[in-house]
Structures are given as C-alpha cells and as structure tokens.
C-alpha cells in the first residue's frame, strides 16, 4: 500500500466516523475510496465493516449521558439488531459474490434518496407522537430488518434507524440519536466479530480506517452539529452515486 492511499483511507473513516455519529452513512465515505483503490466489493464491504465498529463505538460512548433511562430499549432493540446483523452477514458471505454485485448499486441508490430526503423524514418523525412508549411491536421488527441491512452493506443504516426510532418512540430527538448509535454499534460489532472469524479481510484497510472512524466518531458528536447538514448531503449523495457508477461499469 502507497503512503498516499494510507491516507486517503484513514481520511475516509474520519469522515465516516463523524458522519455515522450524526447520523449515518459514513460507509458512502469509506466504501467508494475502497472500490477506487482496487479492492473487490466483498473485500471493501468485509474490511470497512470491522474497521468502522470501534467508530460507532466511540460515537456512541461520547452519547451515553442521552442513554440514561432507556436500558429497557436497549435490551430490547439490541437483542433484535443483533440476530438482525447476524443474518445478514451469513447473506454476505453464503451468498454468491455475484448477488452482492448485482444488489449493492442500488442500496447505494435508495441510501441517497434516504440522505435527500432526510429532512422530511426528521420533520415527520418529529411531529408524530407514538402511541407507544417502547415502540410496540413495529420497532423490534425494525430494528431486525435495519441489523440484517446493516450486516449486509451499512450505507445508510442510521437513517434508516433514525425514521423508525422516530416513527415509533415518543422521545426526544438526542436521546433518539443515542439510541441509533447504541443500535448500529450493536450491529456492526456483530458483523465485524462474524467477518473476523469467517471471512478474509484486508487488515491493513481495516486498521486505518478503525482509526480514523474512532476520531472521527468522538469529533462528530462532539462538534458535528456545527456541520451544514445541505452540503453533508450533496456530499454523500455525490459519493454514493460514484461508488454505485464504479460497480455497475465494473460489470459491464
């Protein structure tokens, strides 16, 4: 490995560890600089999981005051987002290489139209007020079905928990958030312990952007919010839909 492309990997899981601290999607950071370097999509997928969980960690520790009082939720969705991340690594994996190929440009795609129309998606989580203090049943299913996307690919899978922690608690927006990170590191810890064990990762990769995402993911808590959140979203939008373009023409 080049010392510029060290850089540029360890530049990416900074972005991404402060991007998946706010709210999600640093893995449209991360994945497309893989993909440019030259490592297989599974290759990148596998590495930039296990390198981005100590970020989500580190996000999520920088969180914990917001995490008080909700220990129950978080047994509770934790449970369901760890057997959810547990399936879709064994998808990842078991699974020919060639499905990922093929599905994986257009996860990128419905992840930016998540990131386009995020505001909406706030603003109408914000305005509900949840029936249900626990999240009834739709929550636990949720969060299963965000664990399993979450296994598989990532991108955008804090969005994804953001709109439905909005659409089923009646909470306030930060302890929300918290919520989300403890969530998504649950998750991606998951799939990084079952990638570690199964799967061959570039480790190189993994350890650059591990320490990028743990300063990242401190920085985006701490000093994020002082991000605008129009250009973060042309930003990532611009990189998914780069990284989407580089497997499709790698197919064809």
């Known amino acids: 490995m080049e010392l510029w492309e060290a850089v540029a990997i360890l530049l990416a899981g900074v972005a991404a560890g402060g991007i998946n601290a706010i709210a999600g999607s640093g893995t449209l950071f ?4 893989l993909l440019a370097l030259g490592y297989p999509p ?3 997928t596998i590495s930039n999981s296990i390198g981005l969980a100590p970020g989500t960690l580190s ?9 008080v009082g909700q220990r129950t939720r978080l047994i509770r969705f934790g449970t369901m987002s760890f057997f959810g991340a547990l399936t879709g690594a064994m998808l990842l994996i078991y699974l020919p290489s060639g499905v990922f190929e093929a599905v994986v440009p257009f996860m990128i795609g419905a992840s930016c139209v998540l990131i386009i129309f995020q505001p909406r998606i706030t603003k109408w989580a914000r305005a509900r007020k949840p029936a249900h203090a626990n999240g009834g049943v739709l929550m ?3 969060a299963y079905g965000a664990g399993t996307y979450g296994g598989y ?3 955008a899978q804090g969005i994804i928990l953001m709109s439905l922690l909005g659409a089923t608690l009646d909470d306030d927006i930060q302890r929300l958030n918290a919520l989300k990170n403890a969530l998504a590191t649950i998750a991606n810890g998951t799939a990084a312990v079952f990638y570690i064990v199964l799967a061959s990762p570039a480790w190189a990769v993994v350890g650059l952007i ?3 995402t743990i300063v990242g993911g401190y920085l985006g808590a701490n000093f994020g919010r002082r991000l605008s959140p129009t250009a973060l979203r042309v930003v990532l939008v ?3 839909l ?5 497997i499709l023409l790698g197919r064809v």
């Open 30 to 33: 991360t994945f497309p600089v």
């Open 42 to 44: 599974i290759t990148a």
């Open 59 to 67: 996000g999520t520790i920088a969180y914990r005051r917001e995490l």
């Open 140 to 142: 636990p299913a949720g």
């Open 153 to 155: 690919f990532a991108a």
């Open 210 to 212: 591990a320490a990028g």
């Open 238 to 240: 611009i990189v998914g």
């Open 242 to 246: 780069t990284a989407a373009a580089q």
